[in-house]
């Protein structure tokens, strides 16, 4: 009804982890609603696309990247993580070898994408598959590690069953919003940033 009053962002967000964790089975579930049960490895990154309606005044567009062709961890270029304003890191609960590997993707992030004011980009650790009985990882130990490396927050999901994939989806991005108004705030930006922008508040950590 009420046009031009409308706001949207667009997020870029990257999806990372080891190979067959479910990344890409969870971006279609989230952006088609469906689970396929076949088993294609992606070359490159593909990216999707979802509008959430987020409230009567905004919306938001989401960018889902979803890298893929590697089977372990693997540096990414930083073109790669240009732009991104957060990410889901996610493992396998019956692959302890996908769930040591997220430390690398985290600290790949970190190293590679910040915010202007230094912190690092929001980042929901999702352990998957969690409809298996064969699970190797315990609460335990990812409540532990989701703390020591500075996930926002970690959660149970399992893409198969259609289990917390809005919910996680939605976390991150209430996330990156109030970082978001935290930074376009009233309050005094962080010394050297100059852009107005959330898209381009974000640094390469780096001259290039
Ligand atoms: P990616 O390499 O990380 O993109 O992983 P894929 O999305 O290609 O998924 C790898 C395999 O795991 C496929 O056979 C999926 O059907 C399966 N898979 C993905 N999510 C789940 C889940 O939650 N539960 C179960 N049981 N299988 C899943
Ligand atoms: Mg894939």
């Known amino acids: 009804m009420s046009d031009g009053a409308m706001a949207e962002y ?3 967000i990257l999806i990372v982890g080891d190979g067959n964790v479910g990344k890409s089975s969870f971006v279609h579930r989230y952006v088609d609603g469906q689970f396929s049960r ?3 490895m992606t070359v490159g990154v593909d990216f999707s696309v979802k509008l959430l309606h987020w409230s009567d005044k905004e919306q ?3 960018q889902l990247w979803d890298v893929a062709g ?3 961890f693997i540096s990414m270029t930083r073109i790669y993580y240009r732009g991104a304003l957060g990410c889901v890191v996610m493992f396998d609960v019956t692959s302890s070898s996908s769930f040591l590997s997220c430390r690398h993707w ?3 992030l970190d190293n590679k994408a910040m915010l202007l004011n230094g912190d690092s ?3 929901i650790l999702l352990a998957n598959k969690c409809d298996l ?3 190797v990882v315990s609460s335990e130990s990812i409540d532990k590690f989701s703390k020591a490396n500075g996930f926002m927050a970690w959660m149970e999901t399992s893409v198969k069953e259609n289990k917390n994939i809005g919910e996680a989806m939605r976390m991150l991005v209430q996330e990156i919003l109030s970082v978001r108004s935290g930074l376009d705030g009233l309050e005094p930006r962080p010394e050297g940033c100059v852009s107005p922008q959330l898209d381009s508040e974000f640094s390469s950590g780096g001259c290039c």
Do not use: A, F
Request: net charge positive; with cysteine; aromatic share 4%.
């Open 10 to 12: 667009l997020l870029k």
């Open 38 to 40: 076949s088993y294609k």
């Open 60 to 62: 938001v567009r989401l």
């Open 70 to 72: 590697q089977e372990r």
């Open 106 to 108: 985290k600290q790949d």
């Open 121 to 123: 980009i929001p980042c």
């Open 133 to 135: 009985s064969q699970r």
